[in-house]
T-cell receptor, first 114, second 114 residues
Framework: KAGVTQTPRYLIKTRGQQVTLSCSPI?????VSWYQQTPGQGLQFLFE???????NKGNFPGRFSGRQFSNSRSEMNVSTLELGDSALYLC?????????????FGQGTRLTVV | AQSVSQHNHHVILSEAASLELGCNYS??????LFWYVQYPGQHLQLLLK??????LVKGIKGFEAEFIKSKFSFNLRKPSVQWSDTAEYFC????????????FGPGTRLSVLP
């Protein structure tokens, strides 16, 4: 079956712009989570959506937001981009969003802010 | 708040050597524990997980891990590594009933020399 698909794979944006990243989970998966991966901070949890509702949120400023659609696809948005937002953004999906359920990760979107 | 530490930043081994990667976490409640692997150019994949029962869990590709509750540890082991095990390894914890909110360790880069 198809894995988690993230688009686009690479993005270059300018400081102050906003960006939207997309994630298509594995078919049938209802939970989508987002993570930011940087060399300095590692993998950090952004938020989780389950059945179109944000269920958990990490410690990121309000410039980071997301949503989930009825088909479980998810988008995350970052407004007023800063240089420090340059990172690999990973999306993960899971079948039921349980805390002991495996998360399946996408390849990520590499965002560069210049 | 939960946190995860991994003992080594970079480990270099020769093929057929034994591997042990250390992972410790801090959290007072019940947790689920995971090891994920990221091969060069690929997405994160689950190696193994523990959420209850036998504290010695076996995963894919000959990996195993032991949960020692009293030490808050979940160390990853493999008796004989192969060149193809070259990758970055991440330990992750997820508090029970916290959905898909994973806290990842900083990662350990494993280089296996042929």
């Amino acid at each position: 079956k198809a894995g988690v698909t993230q688009t686009p794979r690479y993005l270059i944006k300018t400081r102050g712009q906003q960006v939207t990243l997309s994630c298509s989970p594995i078919s049938g998966h209802r939970s989508v989570s987002w993570y930011q991966q940087t060399p300095g901070q590692g993998l950090q949890f952004l938020f989780e959506y389950f059945s179109e509702t944000q269920r958990n949120k990490g410690n990121f400023p309000g410039r980071f937001s997301g949503r989930q659609f009825s088909n479980s696809r998810s988008e995350m948005n970052v407004s007023t981009l800063e240089l420090g937002d340059s990172a690999l953004y990973l999306c993960a999906s899971s079948l039921d969003g349980g805390s002991n359920t495996e998360a399946f990760f996408g390849q990520g979107t590499r965002l560069t802010v210049v | 708040a939960q946190s995860v530490s991994q003992h080594n930043h970079h480990v270099i081994l020769s093929e057929a050597a034994s591997l042990e990667l250390g992972c410790n976490y801090s959290y007072g409640g019940t947790v689920n524990l995971f090891w994920y692997v990221q091969y060069p150019g690929q997405h994160l994949q689950l190696l193994l997980k523990y959420f209850s029962g036998d504290p010695l869990v076996k995963g894919i590709k000959g990996f195993e891990a032991e949960f020692i509750k009293s030490k808050f540890s979940f160390n990853l082991r493999k008796p004989s590594v192969q060149w193809s095990d070259t990758a970055e390894y991440f330990c992750a914890v997820n508090a029970e009933n916290y959905g898909q909110n994973f806290v990842f360790g900083p990662g350990t880069r494993l280089s296996v020399l042929p």
